[in-house]
């Protein structure tokens, strides 16, 4: 039930081995920053929400065996729900500082090879070690039962014989490393073909070890991308347990690991608590009502569609779908501008553009791709505002020509450019209700039965980016039903303690999990 561009939503009683997600591609970076970002957090707050001290009692084993354990759960979790997920080798920069260190260490490795194969007699004592290396590299992707193949490589890539050949001068090292390559071109996958091909045309021997070790690397890459689509079946099929489990070890070796859930429920809590007991002034106080976990839990998700990724940390529990959550939240708030023109647009001259059904969609066209990046901080949004005003208006002008119908005036024009630039500003009413309708779309999203096979229609004004809307809505709904399904225990638990600690009334249903 993939969450990328086709319009699948999955419902709250949604199979795990059908979910997901997301075409962004991850690597190993991604899972260093989520486990700092994780245990940072909670490994300094204390045990009370409402505390600031830090807690006692915490080992560093405890707080590395934590780490281990998100680690390893947040890379299951990347390999469960996104499709296109394979680990990339993370090349340094080559202007940069740890990038010139490595190419100038590997550089007189390599010359230091050089000069003893050269020297007369030659020296072989590098050139074996590479062999050995190479050696346990390649037996290192032999499946099991491979015992030829195994046998072969173990005799020919003997390095106490090949040792013994040196010291009488008699080691073919050529023969050596066209073994090797014939051996990796049965092994490699067809995209190394090529690869293979360029190391056999290779006549310089050093240079030849050099990139046999290069195309190795990507032989093991490749290996390791290959095991991670093999497993991801089973990863999917257990995931939801998976996830509880090592979440739970999580919670049993580290105190206070769910600090920033606890602040991020309480919240929600506490807001439906002041909506449902705010009384007319003169009226008698009413009991404190009921709460629905359900709608509160829902309140809590729909907050993460306006978080602040960049400087608020993230429930703990949301760790691992944090990427995805900020990459959803960027692309809707860029579709939320461009609905905020669309409207404007229509507004002040949708009479004279009545009609012209392509000039939306190339205004809309324009607005998308003068918006890419709006997130970035180095992105100028009202200068960005400006072009799109004033493309805007030479589209409509050449719209209007072509029928035959007076251009907008200079005064139109202005007034156009102008409410443009105004949505740069805070609470900008435009903003903030088209912000409202996104909302109620999200959240009639979060609120759809399993009974329900079709989309909810999109609010008003929001017509123009429904296709876009529709495609990040399953993609957001996706995210928050599996969190539920993860999590719904200890989310419950929560609503209970802060409930019993507020001596709320009325019992609390439990969450749905499955």
Request: proline fraction near 5%; aromatic fraction near 6%.
């Amino acid at each position: 039930m993939p969450l990328n561009d086709e319009k699948q939503c999955v419902n709250e009683q949604s199979d795990v081995e059908s979910s997901p997600f997301s075409e962004s591609m991850a690597s190993l970076s991604d899972f260093e920053c989520s486990r700092q970002s994780f245990t940072s957090d909670f490994s300094s707050k204390s045990s009370s929400p409402d505390s600031t001290s830090p807690p006692s009692g915490i080992m560093f084993d405890d707080v590395m065996a934590a780490a281990k354990s998100l680690s390893d759960m947040t890379l299951a979790h990347e390999i469960a729900v996104n499709e296109n997920f394979q680990l990339k080798q993370n090349a340094l920069p080559e202007n940069s500082l740890p990038g010139q260190v490595k190419r100038v260490v590997h550089q007189a490795f390599w010359d230091v090879v050089k000069a003893d194969l050269n020297a007369e007699p030659p020296q072989y004592e590098y050139a074996i070690r590479l062999f050995e290396e190479i050696r346990e590299i390649l037996l290192s992707f032999l499946a099991p039962g491979a015992n030829s193949l195994h046998n072969q490589i173990c005799e020919v890539l003997d390095v106490d014989l090949i040792r013994q050949q040196a010291e009488h001068n008699a080691v073919d090292i050529q023969g050596l490393a066209n073994y090797v390559i014939n051996t990796m071109g049965k092994m490699c996958a067809p995209v190394r073909d090529e690869d293979i091909r360029e190391l056999k045309a290779t006549t310089d021997i050093v240079e030849m070890l050099r990139q046999i070790f290069r195309v190795l690397d990507l032989m093991r890459m490749d290996m390791t991308n290959f095991v991670i689509r093999t497993v991801r079946p089973h990863i999917q099929n257990h995931l939801v347990e998976y996830e509880r489990n090592k979440f739970q070890e999580i919670l049993e070796g580290t105190p206070n690991a769910l600090s920033q859930t606890t602040e991020w429920l309480k919240e929600s809590i506490d807001e439906e608590f002041l909506s449902e007991t705010a009384v007319t002034p003169g009226t008698e106080q009413s009991p404190p009502p009921s709460l629905s976990p359900l709608l509160v839990l829902n309140n809590c998700y729909l907050k993460l569609l306006q978080w602040d990724y960049q400087t608020k940390v993230l429930p703990e529990t949301l760790v691992t779908d944090g990427t995805r959550l900020q990459e959803l939240t960027e692309k809707l708030n860029q579709l939320k501008m461009i609905a905020c023109l669309s409207l404007i647009t229509n507004n002040m001259v949708g009479a004279v553009t009545e009609g012209l059904p392509e000039l939306a969609n190339r205004l809309k066209r324009i607005s998308a791709v003068l918006l890419e990046g709006m997130n970035k901080e180095t992105f100028n949004l009202k200068e960005a505002l400006d072009s799109i005003g004033a493309q805007t208006c030479a589209e409509v002008n050449k719209a209007l020509e072509e029928r035959g119908s007076p251009t907008l005036n200079a005064e139109v024009q202005a007034n156009l450019i102008g409410q443009f630039s105004s949505l740069e500003k805070k609470d900008n009413p435009v903003c903030t209700l088209m912000d409202k309708r996104i909302q109620v779309y999200m959240k009639s999203l979060l609120c759809l039965s399993s009974a329900h096979k079709s989309l909810p229609p999109v609010p008003l004004g929001l017509d123009v980016i429904q296709q876009e809307l529709e495609v990040l809505g399953c993609q957001y709904t996706n995210i928050v039903n599996l969190n539920k399904q993860v999590y719904g225990p200890i989310y419950a638990n929560i609503f209970r303690k802060l409930l019993l600690r507020d001596e709320a009334v009325g019992k609390t249903a439990s969450l749905p999990t499955k």
